[in-house]
């Protein structure tokens, strides 16, 4: 059977991770949940966090997505990201100008659902600098 | 008969226009090849998106508390045409034949008795149809600088408007009009039904799900309701990058032409003036001759 999960992750813009992996770990709305080969077909929610991407023993990839979902099918998984940024690449300054966005957002957030949104991206942007 | 002087200045401002038409193609043509970059880069997102609502729809019936967005209103009475062009002029057929199919279809819905009301995203539409459809026009969204700088941000904006009208009542059934790329000689004009969503079928294409039994977190309505806004966003800007490359296309193969048409001017324009040079010529040896002879 196989042993690797195809896990590819795009984003409205382009595609941005594809390829065949151990294992993601993957923030969903209700707690992180991590895909394995031969997972059972799930749809779910993302909240603002970091993909992990285990390959060969260790973590390959960090990925930080802004919230979209996940999709498991017997093909492997997908992840629609509302926007995703590769922490491999990304500087500690642009990750501060977007947590400075999300900020903005927060301040300017009209009703509930949407100070919910936007305070869940505020927090997981902050995690990641700091770890950053 | 013009003078020499006035054909050669003639030729002159043919062959600068003649320049600047070979420009704007070639910019074309390179801002082409990078908008049919994005418009193909943008697919997988838009598929994977279409298999995850073919997936949610094929466990589910539709009932009367689902999100609207699915459901529709359960009137048709008014229309929003959601016509998407150009922000510049020059590109050949581009702006016209979208605007075309947009006024076939207004008139169509006039003649039904249907509202029609007009959202229009780019300038070139709305200079168009507010000849004859201005008082339908309610708003109008520019993409400056492009789809490309503007990134997706700018669907989202549009889609954020479309929701606040719908919810306020103000239309019923929400199309989108734009030229689908096809090559840089071919862009099809489409209409594509946006809001009520269109679920695709179960077995659209997509890997086979073996008959998979879909597991949902949080639950499918919760996700139907994240969804539909968010696949509404993505065919706007889905359509604005079809769009975009299309643009391009066209203006390149008017641009394109008009070199060509150019260079057939200047052709005849130095025949003519090389006609009359040696017209000129020929009179002038005519007078030498005729003078000498009646001495």
Do not use: W
């Not at chain 2, 704007?24 to 998106?49: D, I």
């Not at chain 2, 994240?226 to 641009?255: D, F």
């Amino acid at each position: 059977m196989a042993d690797k999960v195809h896990f590819e992750l795009v984003s409205p813009e382009r595609r941005l991770f594809s390829a065949d992996v151990e294992m993601v770990v993957v923030p969903g709305s209700e707690g992180d949940f991590a895909v394995l080969p031969d997972h059972a077909p799930f749809v779910a929610l993302l909240r603002a966090g970091v993909v992990e991407v285990h390959d060969a023993g260790k973590t390959s990839a960090r990925l930080f997505v802004r919230g979209g979902f996940a999709q498991v099918t017997p093909a492997g998984l997908t992840v629609l990201a509302e926007e995703a940024i590769d922490l491999a690449v990304a500087t500690k300054d642009v990750l501060a100008a977007r947590l400075a966005d999300a900020e903005a957002n927060l301040a300017a957030a009209a009703d509930d659902a949407q100070r919910i949104l936007a305070e869940s991206q505020v927090t997981a942007f902050r995690q990641v600098l700091e770890a950053a | 008969m013009a003078s020499l002087k006035d054909l050669k200045l003639r030729i002159n401002s043919v062959k600068s226009t003649q320049k600047i038409t070979k420009a704007m193609k070639m910019v074309a043509a390179s801002k082409l090849r990078r908008a049919q970059e994005a418009a193909e880069a943008a697919r997988p997102y838009a598929a994977s998106m279409e298999q995850v609502l073919a997936s949610l729809s094929a466990g589910i019936t539709l009932t009367e508390d689902m999100p609207k967005l699915l459901t529709g209103t359960g009137k048709d009475d008014v229309h929003l045409l959601v016509v998407a062009t150009a922000e510049r002029g020059l590109c050949g057929g581009f702006n016209s034949s979208i605007v075309r199919l947009a006024r076939q279809r207004i008139q169509a819905l006039i003649a039904e008795g249907k509202t029609v009301k007009i959202l229009c995203v780019g300038r070139k539409g709305r200079d168009a149809l507010r000849r004859d459809y201005a008082k339908l026009i309610i708003e109008t969204i520019e993409v400056t600088g492009g789809i490309r700088k503007q990134g997706f941000p700018i669907a989202g904006r549009i889609a954020d408007r479309l929701f606040a009208l719908y919810e306020a009542g103000e239309f019923d059934v929400a199309t989108v009009f734009y030229a689908q790329f096809k090559s840089a000689i071919a862009q099809i004009p489409t209409a594509q039904q946006i809001i009520p969503a269109a679920l695709p079928e179960g077995d659209a294409g997509g890997p086979d799900l073996k008959g998979a039994i879909f597991t949902f977190e949080p639950g499918e309505e919760e996700l139907l309701e994240a969804l539909l806004p968010r696949n509404v966003a993505v065919q706007i800007y889905r359509a604005l990058l079809e769009n975009a490359a299309s643009e391009e296309g066209s203006r390149m193969s008017a641009m394109d032409n008009a070199t060509r048409n150019a260079g057939d001017m200047i052709n005849r324009l130095t025949l003519t003036y090389n006609r009359t040079r040696q017209a000129a010529i020929t009179k002038e040896l005519i007078e030498i001759i005729s003078g000498a002879e009646a001495l």
